[in-house]
């Protein structure tokens, strides 16, 4: 079975520039997370989706970051402008329902801001 | 929000040593979650458990859920140098959001 694919796995972007990753979850799989992991923290959820609608938004800073799931398959999280603390690896993650359904993360998208 | 105390933030050890750590709360939990996650990697869940008190292995690794269901533990017998990684706990009520602590680092010596 096929895994949580994302990309790309590294982007080195300036500040106030933009910047888009992509996430195609496991085939099947309704809900689609996506975390921001800084380095020496766990994750921090940002947005989740349950098929193309949002279930909860509450962390995502909604000034500079979007996130969208059209078709309620794969998804993209953008970040305009960047900035210096949005440094991280962006993590996106699905899973078959939610409660007990496990959650499978991708290899994640590592952004540095320079 | 909601906050994970995760400890210790680092461990090392030598190979062959047991290892534990713990995960704590002010909140209560009825999900508890221990994953690892290697370098370049994303998390890879380890153990699951559902009800407090609740006991369960996976190999070498056993996990407890606490019986007042602000805590958790994980212990790993008899380490080996594949091992190495960060261990994080994660917790949920219900329908909510996963909570993360902030990750235990495992160092192992030769």
């Known amino acids: 079975e096929a895994g949580v694919a994302q990309s790309p796995r590294y982007k080195i972007i300036e500040k106030r520039q933009s910047v888009a990753f992509w996430c195609n979850p496991i085939s099947g799989h309704a809900t689609l997370y996506w975390y921001q992991q800084i380095l020496g923290q766990g994750p921090k959820l940002l947005i989740q989706?349950?098929?193309?609608?949002?279930?909860?938004d509450s962390q995502l800073p909604k000034d500079r970051f979007s996130a969208e799931r059209l078709k309620g398959v794969d998804s993209t999280l953008k970040i305009q402008p960047a900035k210096l603390e949005d440094s991280a690896v962006y993590l996106c993650?699905?899973?078959?329902?939610?409660?007990?359904?496990?959650?499978?993360f991708g290899e994640g998208s590592w952004l540095t801001v320079v | 929000g909601q906050q994970l105390n995760q400890s210790p933030q680092s461990m090392f050890i030598q190979e062959g040593e047991d290892v534990s750590m713990n995960c704590t709360s002010s909140?209560?939990?009825?999900?508890w979650l221990w994953y690892k996650q290697e370098p370049g990697e994303g998390p890879v869940l380890l153990i699951a458990l559902y009800k407090a008190g609740e006991l369960t292995s996976n190999g070498r690794l056993t996990a407890q859920f606490g019986i007042t269901r602000k805590d958790s533990f994980l212990n790993i017998s008899a380490s080996i140098p594949s091992d190495v990684g960060i261990y994080f706990c994660a917790a949920r009520f219900g329908n909510e959001k996963l909570t993360f602590g902030t990750g235990t680092r495992l160092t192992i010596i030769p």
């Open positions: 909140s209560i939990f009825n999900t």
């Open positions: 989706f349950q098929n193309n609608g949002v279930v909860d």
């Open positions: 993650a699905s899973s078959a329902g939610q409660a007990r359904n496990t959650i499978y």
